[in-house]
């Protein structure tokens, strides 16, 4: 499916600029294993549509068009993405990716405290400024996607403020993964929120309802959005081996 500067507006809710960024003028990133392969930058699909509609989440709390798509900030994320895909690709350990993250930093950090935060968690140690998702480990997987911001002038009122409204659009987007890969990740021993809670009925029905509170919060500040993703979440409960599980009930 193409996906359109159009599209991102009129379905998404994502500003114009932004919009056109990405699916007009941004290129593809040469020798990125994110972008393996794409002949286009937004491509079908959550692990590329998370792109814009993070950095309009981003813009419609505060941060300025011009420093969000400088393109020493756009080419910094994609670096990390690339250093993200090795990881998952297995050709690096998470210390080397950890490692690899600090080196594209180096001298680019704006915001100290953030990115101790993040080091400190995905090293294991508890965060000592601000309050990330830590109930469900499952739901703070795509943490990683807030190294973006570290190099951005950003105040800790502004993180602090922020963090609600980035996990009230990345906690929906996993959960939805979540139930996409429930039967696989029950095989593989893969990260669920659905197993995590108990996988069984209760369980489904939870991650359901955690997601639909999130999208409430989403929808005060970009409801087209909040009622995109709602739609996806609420197909979720008509996946056949969701809906058998249902039944049982």
């Known amino acids: 499916m193409v996906i359109t500067s159009r599209k991102l507006e009129l379905e998404l809710g994502i500003n114009s600029t932004i919009a056109n960024y990405f699916a007009n003028e941004r290129k593809v990133p040469e020798n990125n294993l994110f972008w393996n392969n794409k002949r286009i930058y937004i491509s079908s699909g959550f692990g590329f549509l998370t792109i814009p509609m993070i950095f309009d989440l981003v813009h419609k709390c505060g941060v300025p068009l011009d420093i969000l798509l400088n393109d020493g900030h756009v ?127 209760a369980a489904i029905e939870a991650a359901y309802n955690m997601g639909i509170a999130d999208l409430e919060l989403l929808a005060t ?21 969701i809906r058998a599980e249902l039944m049982k009930s």
């Open 75 to 201: 080419s910094l994320m994609e670096q990390g993405f690339h250093q993200l895909k090795l990881y998952e690709n297995e050709e690096i350990s998470f210390e080397e990716f950890l490692n690899g993250c600090k080196n594209l930093l180096q001298d680019k950090i704006k915001q100290p405290k953030l990115a101790a935060d993040l080091f400190a968690l995905f090293s294991g140690k508890p965060s000592s400024y601000f309050t990330f998702e830590t109930t469900h480990k499952a739901l703070a997987r795509s943490d990683s996607f807030l190294f973006t911001l570290v190099d951005l002038d950003l105040s800790d009122e502004w993180i602090t403020q922020f963090l609600p409204y980035w996990y009230s659009l990345a906690r929906p987007i996993l959960l939805l993964d979540d139930f996409k890969d429930l039967v696989e990740d029950r095989s593989s021993g893969e990260e669920n929120t659905i197993i995590e809670l108990g996988d069984n009925v």
């Open 221 to 241: 500040i970009n409801p087209q959005l909040a009622a995109f993703m709602r739609r996806f979440l609420n197909d979720a409960l008509r996946y056949d081996y």
